[in-house]
């Protein structure tokens, strides 16, 4: 048994899980349950009363994080410690999205004047662009960009560029790429013209294969247009911590925007990765995004546990992983310009807290990381709900609404809040055999018929659900809801005692991958390794089956 599991708080919520009464009943005892299991904060609104939870359930709950000694995690991570022990590195999304005059201190040094620095360099970027003072090799507007990274470099910029549509300038559209598939970069470029496009690559080492793969085709696109090397200046810039290779490339060093070793690729959309947020969207619409974080970060630091968003939305969802075995979770976005999100925590969560051992390398003996999943609604409600409703496995489900739409139109914002509305509740109350057979009281089905029917129409109800409300998808809004899930995956990390921060799951396939791209480049066939393997390659060199 780990420490965990051996903590009091563990093992009272253990015995406790199977007193909690179904959700029907616990609604009907307290007609107070939304006041009492509801939130406000940082322009959301989080109600969780749609869950398995009694205020036993609750308490335990906060005892478990008390003596997981979650608040002064939390703590070590706002100051700057090396929470990512791995790799002996500070975990400092948070400073990204920092007032100016904080103070953050990493190895003795304050970062803060280096990320304000970055903001204006950022700014000042976006402004020539924007007023055409960055003009392509022959003389020239910008009208395209083309985003090249992966992972968070990648999902991060095109969800929230996604997601804040409505506040796109006008002064240029933006395409991202990361995909290695040649198809994909090649169907990108295909509208563009050369003399009008500007490439923004993004990646630490300079050196990322499939985005080095990438940045390479799209300057050999830019060459064979017509221009000379020295045009690759005007029309590349880079986001990297590897100058040398970026001038070497061609972009010069006063085009490159620095990453930091403190900010991991998934949560880096608040630095320099947001370029592309901001070319489209404006400097001032990013600000706002970040003071949007700011906000969540400040309620995730001062806000007690009972009141905290973040903490609960973390507690509720490893109550479900590791007390009712559930191993997936669904967020459900009832918003078309949030429909990226789903991905994005994702990748967050999942890369995050996908892990087997504690910080001491010890094996764990409880679940981590759920799989995440999930789309927009009400596209799933004919689809994968029906999984959520009747399936056999427990799926928490996160809605999320903004009660004011950018488009109203008719009556369509109506129709989608009682869908969204009705989707919780009847996932929280179901329908019984009784209420089934009643609905079908005036048929002309046999009363045989009828039970048969009436059991394939019963729901279990009991589903849990959290509703996350907005007044309208705005960038403050957005800001807060993604820091709120980022401090909600911590959490989760925090009390399972693992590293969050580091990815060492990813770095295996990239190091086989190498000695494969080897093997395929080889005129040799290949003997040396599994049967599968050395098939599969054979196969590839041939070209056919």
């Not at 009943?25 to 904060?41: I, P, T, W």
């Not at 000695?515 to 060199?541: A, H, Q």
């Amino acid at each position: 048994m780990s420490h965990l599991t051996d903590t009091k708080s563990w093992q009272a919520l253990a015995k406790h899980r199977d007193n909690i009464k179904h959700m029907r009943e616990l609604f009907a005892e307290d007609n107070q349950r939304f006041e009492k299991m509801s939130v406000k904060g940082c322009g959301l609104l989080l109600d969780y009363s749609k869950n398995r939870l009694d205020e036993t359930a609750l308490s335990n709950l906060f005892q478990l994080a008390n003596e997981t000694k979650l608040t002064e995690k939390i703590q070590a991570m706002f100051a700057g410690n090396a929470i990512n022990t791995t790799e002996n590195r500070a975990v400092l999304h948070t400073a990204l999205r920092a007032s100016s005059d904080t103070e953050v201190i990493v190895n003795g040094q304050n970062v803060m004047p280096e990320i304000q620095q970055t903001l204006k360099k950022m700014e000042q970027f976006v402004n020539d662009v924007h007023n055409g003072t960055w003009v392509g090799y022959t003389g020239k507007t910008i009208t395209d960009i083309v985003s090249i990274g992966i992972g968070g470099s990648f999902l991060g910029p095109k969800i929230v560029s996604q997601a804040l549509r409505p506040y796109w300038t006008g002064h240029i559209n933006c395409h991202f790429v990361a995909n290695v598939d040649g198809t994909s970069i090649v169907e990108k470029l295909k509208p563009l013209d050369p003399e009008t496009t500007l490439f923004v690559m993004s990646s630490k080492s300079f050196s990322t294969q499939e985005t080095l793969t990438n940045t390479l085709s799209a300057r050999n696109w830019l060459l064979k247009s017509g221009a000379d090397k020295a045009a690759v200046a005007k029309h590349f810039v880079a986001i990297t911590s590897n100058v040398a290779k970026a001038t070497e490339f061609g972009i010069e060093e006063k085009n490159t925007f620095p990453m930091w070793n403190w900010v991991g690729g998934r949560y880096s959309l608040w630095s320099a990765i947001g370029l592309p947020i901001v070319l489209l969207t404006g400097f001032e619409t990013f600000k706002t995004l970040l003071n949007g974080a700011a906000e969540m970060d400040e309620h995730f630091a001062t806000q007690p546990l009972e009141q905290n968003m973040p903490v609960l939305m973390g507690l509720i969802s490893l109550w479900y992983s590791n007390f009712y075995g559930s191993e997936s979770q669904v967020i459900l976005t009832y918003d078309h310009y949030l429909r990226g999100l789903p991905a994005y925590i994702q990748q967050l969560d999942m890369e995050s807290n996908g892990k087997s051992v504690d910080l001491a390398g010890n094996s764990l003996d409880y679940n981590t990381g759920p799989v995440i999943w999930g789309g927009e609604g009400t596209n799933g409600q004919h689809a994968y709900h029906q999984l959520i409703h009747q399936g056999t496995a427990l799926i928490p489900a996160d809605f999320i609404f903004p009660l004011t739409s950018h488009n109203p139109l008719g009556n369509h914002h109506i129709q989608l809040a009682s869908n969204c509305f009705g989707q919780t509740q009847a996932l929280m109350q179901g329908r019984t055999f009784e209420e089934a057979k009643a609905e079908l009281s005036n048929s002309n089905l046999s009363e045989e018929q009828k039970n048969i029917i009436a059991k394939h129409k019963v729901m279990p109800g009991n589903r849990p659900s959290n509703t996350i409300l907005m007044d309208k998808l705005t960038p403050k809004t957005l800001g807060a809801l993604i820091a709120l899930y980022e401090h909600r995956t911590f959490v989760q990390g925090a009390v399972w005692d693992i590293n969050s921060f580091d990815q060492w799951g990813v770095e295996l396939g990239k190091v086989l991958g190498v000695d494969v791209l080897n093997r395929l480049g080889s005129d040799k066939s290949c003997s040396e390794l599994d049967s599968s393997s050395n098939s599969l390659i054979n196969l590839f060199k041939k070209g056919s089956l």
